[in-house]
T-cell receptor, first 116, second 109 residues
Framework: DVKVTQSSRYLVKRTGEKVFLECVQDMDHENMFWYRQDPGLGLRLIYFSYDVKMKEKGDIPEGYSVSREKKERFSLILESASTNQTSMYLC???????????????FGEGSRLTVL | RKEVEQDPGPFNVPEGATVAFNCTYSNSASQSFFWYRQDCRKEPKLLMSVYSSGNEDGRFTAQLNRASQYISLLIRDSKLSDSATYLCAVNVDTGKLIFGQGTTLQVKP
């Protein structure tokens, strides 16, 4: 089974702190994604990565950056956390084996971040 | 206009009912379409892909209407265990997978 592991299930941080959310997948998937999920807004794409060292902005990249130095790991960084970044963060990965844009996304269990 | 839109519901239906959800998308270049299911406090999981010819998996039928730019999900003979949030997802040409806000279904005995 595909395993997508997010390093922290729950985090509480203070405004202005730098926050790292880590995501690791064990299936050699090329694509990785970071979403945030908020009530009434659904899942919104922050960043995604086609492959190692590649990244593309999603719909709401402001205030976030990402790093993909190794294929299995995709990190989301909040340089200076703000209260409006309080949310559930979901990482996902996808294989390109079935063809571009056709693969199933496998999600981690999520990281609930509270910024005080 | 949002790229992918769904009626958030909630849809409250009795057991055994048939219920249908629609999802509209704005990018006519969208290439592939999916329905995901998300249980409370869990991560989304793929329910089914949506093919141009329509596809069926047991009590679930998914259809795509490219001309009107929407996809649909039909659930027949609803079960209590079908209660969840159903998310449609659309791949746009850049590889981004965009989700709708989800439709909540509550099946009642």
């Amino acid at each position: 089974d595909v395993k997508v592991t997010q390093s922290s299930r729950y985090l509480v941080k203070r405004t202005g702190e730098k926050v790292f959310l880590e995501c690791v997948q064990d299936m050699d998937h090329e694509n990785m994604f970071w979403y945030r999920q908020d009530p009434g807004l659904g899942l919104r794409l922050i960043y995604f990565s086609y492959d190692v060292k590649m990244k593309e902005k999603g719909d709401i990249p402001e205030g976030y950056s990402v790093s993909r130095e190794k294929k299995e790991r995709f990190s989301l960084i909040l340089e200076s956390a703000s209260t409006n970044q309080t949310s559930m963060y979901l990482c996902a990965s996808r294989s390109l084996a079935g063809g571009l844009n056709t693969g199933e996304l496998f999600f981690g269990e999520g990281s609930r971040l509270t910024v005080l | 206009r949002k790229e992918v839109e769904q009626d958030p519901g909630p849809f409250n239906v009795p057991e055994g009912a048939t219920v249908a959800f629609n999802c509209t998308y704005s990018n006519s270049a969208s290439q592939s379409f999916f329905w995901y299911r998300q249980d409370c406090r869990k991560e989304p999981k793929l329910l089914m892909s949506v093919y141009s010819s329509g596809n069926e998996d047991g009590r679930f039928t998914a259809q795509l209407n490219r001309a009107s730019q929407y996809i649909s999900l039909l659930i027949r003979d609803s079960k209590l265990s079908d209660s969840a949030t159903y998310l449609c997802a659309v791949n746009v040409d850049t590889g981004k997978l965009i989700f709708g806000q989800g439709t909540t279904l509550q099946v009642k005995p």
